[in-house]
């Protein structure tokens, strides 16, 4: 079984990225489980509060997911052509302390974004890169996942309509389950 974790980069409760990650679970290719994390209750970082009371539950319990997880997938919206805050914000936090920013050190991660504009967060997914770089992950560029007009793209049952937005979750899915799948160097990192 290879095991995905989604978070969504975005707090509305009805976000299109929390959106997307939901469809996604419906697309999986056989043997592969996507857990959808969310960012709620996590404080904005302030050095102060983490020397004094040491790292929030809700950044240990993400960083746990991740540390249990294969392969992470992070649903971003895009903010004024960038990364939003809180999403930046989270992954600060799970970097701390910098010893433990192994969560993130050499595992495999994947970017995708929903957004109503025509771009599909394109540049908010490249602003993600020169992050995951600086910690050390394993960035998946085997696969691209834009949703734009994501406003109009799901029905009421929160499925794609499109059927060339499916295709390509699909198919995105497939190749990142597929990459895991031959990760022999994370397979062998100890598990919780
Ligand atoms: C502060 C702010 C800046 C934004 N900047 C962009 C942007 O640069 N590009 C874009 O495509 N959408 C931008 N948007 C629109 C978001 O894509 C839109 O609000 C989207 O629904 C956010 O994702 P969510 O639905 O998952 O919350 C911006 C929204 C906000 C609140």
Do not use: C
């Amino acid at each position: 079984m290879t095991k995905l974790l989604g978070i969504s980069g975005s707090l509305r409760q009805h976000s299109l990225n929390t959106a997307l990650l939901k469809a996604g679970q419906a697309l999986l290719p056989d043997g592969v489980t996507l857990e959808i994390a969310t960012l709620h209750g996590i404080p904005l970082y302030d050095g102060d509060l983490e020397e004094k009371s040491g790292i929030p539950e809700a950044v240990t319990a993400l960083k746990q997911k991740i540390l249990a997880s294969d392969g992470i997938i992070l649903a971003s919206p895009e903010y004024n052509a960038g990364i939003p805050g809180v999403f930046k914000n989270a992954i600060d936090w799970v970097s701390r302390p910098p010893a433990e920013s192994a969560a993130i050190f050499q595992r495999p991660f994947a970017v995708i974004g929903a957004s109503p504009s025509g771009f599909g967060t394109i540049l908010g997914q490249h602003a993600w890169l020169g992050v995951l770089r600086q910690l050390g992950a394993d960035y998946w560029s085997g696969g691209r996942l834009l949703i734009s007009r994501a406003h109009e793209s799901f029905d009421d049952q929160g499925k794609l309509i499109n059927q060339r937005n499916q295709d390509e979750f699909a198919k995105f899915l497939q190749g990142f389950a597929k990459f895991l799948q031959g990760f022999a160097k994370f397979a062998s990192r100890p598990k919780p």
